[in-house]
T-cell receptor, first 111, second 113 residues
Framework: QKEVEQNSGPLSVPEGAIASLNCTYS??????FFWYRQYSGKSPELIMFIYSNGDKEDGRFTAQLNKASQYVSLLIRDSQPSDSATYLCAVVNSGYSTLTFGKGTMLLVSP | DTAVSQTPKYLVTQMGNDKSIKCEQN?????MYWYKQDSKKFLKIMFSYNNKELIINETVPNRFSPKSPDKAHLNLHINSLELGDSAVYFC????????????FGQGTRLTVV
């Protein structure tokens, strides 16, 4: 079974610090990778997507992909209390046409 | 002007009842999905439709029956509800299959008592 693994957390960081969220996936043929943020009681919303090895930056967010290691990460710089949420890693597996989600990592940013 | 809307937002019902959740998207997307998020917050695909055609049917009890009257709508009907069906059900849509961004509805919290 093709899986997406994340540490459930919570990951606690102080305001202004860098939060690092990690995800590994089992399907070596996966091509598309997504990070969603989900506030408590709300629906997931897309933060970043990445298709190629390396880094992709968008504002305070950086997604990193290493296909050889089957590893994708999300860095949040200058973390804010409003970043406190569950971050879901999602992968489109090869030969499959939908997203497979990890169980999410809860991030807590303290003022 | 909600992109993906589902109704109802909350649904409380007794075991054995039949219920439906409706979903509509106004994004012009071809693909729609139903996801189930359990009490441990694990989000799992149930069904995927592309242009009204069923693409993915995960291991879901046949008490769950999706219906897509057109590509903007994907409804979920559940027969003979069980306690274990209690969860949040999310509808989502994307431009195409797989490697495009999925937009989620606000979710329907189903509680079976």
């Amino acid at each position: 079974q093709k899986e997406v693994e994340q540490n459930s957390g919570p990951l606690s960081v102080p305001e202004g610090a860098i939060a690092s969220l990690n995800c590994t996936y089992s399907d070596r043929g996966s091509q598309s990778f997504f990070w969603y943020r989900q506030y408590s009681g709300k629906s997931p919303e897309l933060i970043m997507f990445i298709y190629s090895n390396g880094d992709k930056e968008d504002g305070r967010f950086t997604a990193q992909l290493n296909k050889a290691s089957q590893y994708v990460s999300l860095l949040i710089r200058d973390s804010q209390p409003s970043d406190s949420a569950t971050y879901l890693c999602a992968v489109v597996n090869s030969g499959y046409s939908t997203l497979t989600f990890g169980k999410g990592t809860m991030l807590l940013v303290s003022p | 002007d909600t992109a993906v809307s589902q109704t109802p937002k909350y649904l409380v019902t007794q075991m054995g009842n039949d219920k439906s959740i409706k979903c509509e998207q106004n994004l012009g997307h071809d693909t729609m999905y139903w996801y189930k998020q359990d009490s441990k917050k694990f989000l799992k695909i149930m069904f995927s439709y592309n242009n009204k055609e069923l693409i993915i049917n995960e291991t879901v009890p046949n008490r769950f029956s999706p219906k897509s009257p057109d590509k903007a709508h994907l409804n979920l009907h559940i027969n003979s509800l069980e306690l274990g069906d209690s969860a949040v059900y999310f509808c989502a849509s994307s431009r195409g299959q797989g490697d495009t961004e999925a937009f989620f509805g606000q979710g329907t919290r189903l509680t079976v008592v």
